[in-house]
């Protein structure tokens, strides 16, 4: 009997959950052992891709009844809309979209009995709303309208809640014009003088499958023109998602129960797009992943420290601290009530907290960390799905700068000033890598760690 063998399968299973699937397939050769292992591994993870064979796999797999009950996860991709125009399907000019042998497969989620764990990906290129950002916007072609994406929604939001048992789900690239709620009670189903009466927070089918979430993971999508990125920031929808629609929709009501959070989107937020972040306390939170998050408020430092009773993993995936902030009356009241402008009618604000400041504290705080996670992970292609593999390492854009009024790209740009602190900076970080157990020789390969397309980071 092999070493590998001879372990408890529980722990055989976990170490082949890394492979791919033509490893899979080859591990089922091993031994009889490694075939029964290895054929439910295969199985664990199916694809629902837009296609009619990836269709065909997913009816065989649900028909199968050997199969059927090893489904632990769902993976949906939502197909493009032009594909659906240029071939098969008929979309009128309201994007009202015909059911459709693919369509007609997400419901059948609900019949596997062992699903925990659903994702729903859309396409990264999202159309702007509707009014005075259609005329910037009114070139910019894209694959998944805001009423093709709403539709699909609502369809994953049925069968979840049809499901039932589904308490993981991670949506990448959602709209962010698909994230507003203005109704701080948006757990109670009742309508609000200040929301949509098709707001999420009115949908049955959504609020069924919100309810047993103990895991989340959003990556937030918006609008990005190559021509304008200036006007980028200035979209309605942008600030309603950060402002009140991520907090409505899925923080507030899921404060009890998340045990995992991710919130990632391809835009910086934080500081502007403002969130509120005070008040909002996860009393079970063990893992914490935040892409793209600025911080320039003490605040927003200890807001994460507040969680050290119980977070174990903590992923600050680019997420810098901004030095110097130049904003105009808008940005300047939401983050700095009293701030008062100068001459010009600008805001000027210096934050003087730098992370030899911060991982210190952490180290005081986060009592039960056991995995840390900062720099710039592999973006923008591969960091929302594989945020867990980033090391802590100093990186160079770990400090930032906003300027509101800079014209002619966006107003977040890195802060070269930072790399006077490297030395300090670093020390204090493996001050605290040492705290919560990581070895020297694993903090050197980080330090020195870079991303690899194929492998990862090496």
């Excluded at 937030?220 to 990125?229: F, M, R, S």
């Excluded at 045990?259 to 937020?269: E, F, N, P, S």
Aim: charged letters at 25%.
């Amino acid at each position: 009997m092999s070493p590998f063998t001879s372990m408890p399968v529980e722990l055989q299973c976990q170490c082949i959950q890394s492979l791919d699937v033509p490893s899979l397939k080859a591990f089922r050769l091993v031994s009889r052992s490694s075939a029964r292992i290895g054929f439910d591994e295969l199985f664990r993870t199916v694809v629902l891709g837009f296609s009619d064979e990836s269709v065909a796999r997913f009816a065989q797999v649900l028909g199968d009844e050997r199969t059927k009950p090893l489904v632990k996860n769902i993976v949906v991709e939502i197909g493009a809309a032009e594909q659906e125009m240029n071939e098969d399907y008929e979309i009128n000019e309201d994007w009202e979209i015909r059911e459709t042998t693919w369509a007609l497969a997400i419901p059948t989620i609900a019949e596997f009995p062992s699903v925990r764990h659903v994702d729903l990906v859309f396409d990264d290129q999202v159309e702007f709303e509707d009014g005075e950002f259609n005329d910037w916007y009114e070139d910019e072609a894209v694959l998944q309208p805001t009423e093709y994406r709403e539709h699909y929604m609502k369809l994953m939001y049925w069968a979840l809640e049809k499901a039932g048992c589904v308490d993981s789900l991670a949506i990448k690239c959602l709209q962010d014009e698909l994230c507003e709620c203005k109704n701080d009670s948006a757990d109670n189903g009742q309508a609000t003088s200040v929301c949509k009466m098709d707001c999420w927070c009115l949908n049955a089918s959504f609020l069924a499958a919100r309810s047993p979430l103990k895991r989340l993971a959003l990556h937030v999508a918006t609008g990005h023109h190559e021509h304008l990125p200036q006007n980028d920031i200035k979209c309605p929808a942008l600030h309603a998602c950060f402002n009140s629609g991520l907090l409505n929709l899925w923080l507030k009501p899921l404060q009890p129960q998340l045990i995992h959070l991710t919130l990632y989107a391809d835009a910086y937020w934080g500081v502007w797009p403002y969130i509120e972040l005070r008040g909002i306390y996860f009393p079970n939170l063990k893992s914490l992943a935040l892409g793209n998050f600025t911080i320039a408020h003490d605040w927003q430092i200890d807001w994460l420290a507040s969680h050290g009773a119980t977070l174990e993993e903590l992923i600050l995936d680019n997420c810098p601290i901004a030095r110097e902030l130049y904003l105009y009356q808008d940005s300047a009241a939401a983050n700095w009530p009293d701030l008062q402008p100068t001459e010009d009618d600008r805001y000027e604000k210096m934050y003087e907290t730098r992370w030899h400041h911060v991982f210190p504290l952490f180290q005081e705080k986060l009592r039960k960390l056991r995995h840390f996670g900062i720099g710039s992970g592999s973006w923008p292609d591969h960091m929302f799905d594989r945020r867990y593999e980033l090391p802590a390492k100093i990186a160079h854009n770990r400090y930032a700068s906003f300027n509101q009024g800079y014209q002619r790209r966006s107003p977040w740009s890195d802060d070269e000033d930072g790399r006077e602190l490297v030395a300090e900076d670093k020390a204090a970080l493996e001050a605290l890598l040492l705290a919560i157990g990581y070895t020297k020789k694993r903090i050197e390969w980080m330090a020195d760690a870079e991303w690899d397309a194929e492998e990862g980071w090496i």
